[in-house]
């Protein structure tokens, strides 16, 4: 039986996939306690990456928003496989990291980085409010937009 989680999910028409799994020699999240570590995903759909480019230059900043959110799809995937498929488990999302391959002079990471935090809240209301850094990068994997990394705590 679907969890009101899963239920939000459908209702706001969000496909979660299998979380992906790491490319080099680290792993998709870390459970420590009640606390889960999720690694930097990235704009990744059907195993193809997307929003490939520099915001402020080929990446305007709604696609940086698209960009975001679908990094936060991403790490809703890696959450659901820390908690056993069980996304109610999910008691509060603590923190995300957001990391924006920009031009120099661009100075909207917090724009951009909102693609991700709205689908947080979006999803798990006030247990998805959360503390948040948005910082431009010089380049990031693949030559992706965005990179987002998230802490969330989790019920037993």
Same mark, same amino acid.
């Given at each position: 039986?679907?969890?009101?989680?899963?239920?939000?999910?459908?209702?706001? &028409?969000?496909?979660? #996939?299998?979380? +992906?799994?790491? !490319? $080099?020699?680290? @792993?998709?999240?870390?459970?420590? &306690? =009640?606390?889960?570590?999720?690694?930097?995903?990235?704009?990744?759909?059907?195993?193809?990456?997307?929003?490939?480019?520099? @915001?402020?230059?080929?990446?305007? @900043?709604? /696609?940086?928003? +698209? +960009?975001?959110?679908?990094?936060?799809?991403?790490?809703?995937?890696?959450?659901?496989? +820390?908690?056993? &498929?069980?996304?109610?488990?999910?008691?509060?999302? !603590?923190?995300?990291?957001?990391?924006? =391959?920009?031009? #120099?002079?661009?100075?909207?990471?917090?724009? @951009?980085? =909102?693609?991700?935090?709205?689908?947080? !809240?979006?999803?798990? &209301? /006030?247990?998805?409010?959360?503390?948040?850094?948005?910082?431009?990068?010089? $380049?990031? #994997?693949?030559?992706?937009?965005?990179?987002?990394?998230?802490?969330?705590?989790?019920?037993?």
């Amino acid at each position: 039986m679907a969890g009101s989680v899963d239920a939000r999910l459908a209702e706001l &028409g969000i496909e979660v #996939p299998e979380a +992906a799994a790491p !490319v $080099a020699n680290y @792993v998709g999240y870390v459970i420590s &306690g =009640n606390m889960v570590f999720v690694s930097g995903q990235v704009p990744i759909k059907g195993g193809e990456f997307q929003f490939q480019g520099k @915001v402020g230059d080929s990446v305007s @900043v709604e /696609d940086g928003q +698209a +960009a975001a959110r679908l990094c936060a799809i991403n790490i809703i995937a890696q959450l659901k496989a +820390a908690c056993g &498929g069980d996304l109610d488990r999910v008691a509060r999302i !603590v923190k995300l990291g957001g990391f924006v =391959n920009s031009t #120099p002079e661009f100075t909207d990471q917090p724009k @951009v980085i =909102n693609g991700a935090s709205d689908l947080m !809240v979006e999803v798990f &209301g /006030d247990k998805g409010k959360h503390s948040r850094a948005a910082v431009s990068a010089g $380049a990031l #994997p693949v030559g992706v937009a965005v990179e987002v990394d998230c802490v969330a705590e989790i019920s037993a």
